[in-house]
């Protein structure tokens, strides 16, 4: 399985550690609601291995390949977060990872552009094979298309605060000029996180 969607200059034991945390999280809330077995509450997730890697091309008929080759696109933007765990593992994982998908937490935690690309085993069909190299084409474009902003300081990204706009002259709606007075416009949502913010909607 692969993570793509997401700028592949971060640390991928950082994307590892995020990764397990969202899925215990997921976990607990399973647990808590009781779909999930309780003696899994204060049980660790097992080993998830994250690591940069240049993701595999498949082969495509000849009419296909202008459309859905990797050629065009740089090399090092090839490389995307491969995410491994034991068979025994993924028993246990695998159903949290759907939820997570369905859920949009993912998308919430990694990304509004963020998706998981299952890796074919042996030789896949043609339509699963133009199906997989659309969607790596279209994961390695935000490489393409984003930058990384460090954060150093910030101790947490998913802090839940309230949305207060700030003060701004009014404008006369009828020609478009300041009428001199200040009004506080309402905001678009009642509360954020840094996360929402730095993603985008």
């Known amino acids: ?20 945390f969202r899925l215990k999280e997921t976990e607990k809330k399973l647990i808590n609601a009781k779909q999930a077995d309780d003696e899994y509450f204060d049980l660790a997730l097992p080993p998830i291995h994250v690591y940069s890697k240049k993701l595999r091309e498949l082969t495509v008929p000849d009419e ?3 459309r859905l080759s990797f050629d065009p696109i740089e090399d090092k933007m090839q490389f995307v977060y491969h995410i491994e ?14 939820i997570f998908i369905r859920s949009n937490d993912l998308k919430r935690t990694f ?11 042996g030789r896949p069909s ?14 390695m474009g935000v490489n393409l298309a984003s930058n990384l902003i460090e954060c150093s300081e910030v101790y947490s990204f998913d802090v ?26 309402p905001p678009p949502y009642k509360n954020t996180t840094l996360r929402r913010e730095l993603a985008g909607p």
């Open 1 to 20: 399985m692969a993570l793509l969607g997401v700028n592949n200059g971060l640390c991928p034991e950082g994307v590892a550690q995020v990764l397990a």
């Open 64 to 66: 296909d390949k202008k």
């Open 160 to 185: 839940e605060v309230k949305v207060k706009m700030a003060e701004i002259e009014e404008i006369n709606p009828e020609d478009g000029t300041p009428t001199g007075r200040m009004i506080t416009p």
């Open 126 to 139: 043609i339509s699963d094979a133009r199906m997989y190299q659309a969607k790596a084409r279209i994961g």
């Open 85 to 98: 765990a034991t068979e025994m593992g993924w028993r246990r994982l695998t159903p949290l990872v759907d």
């Open 111 to 121: 990304g509004p552009k963020a998706h998981l690309l299952f890796l074919p085993k």
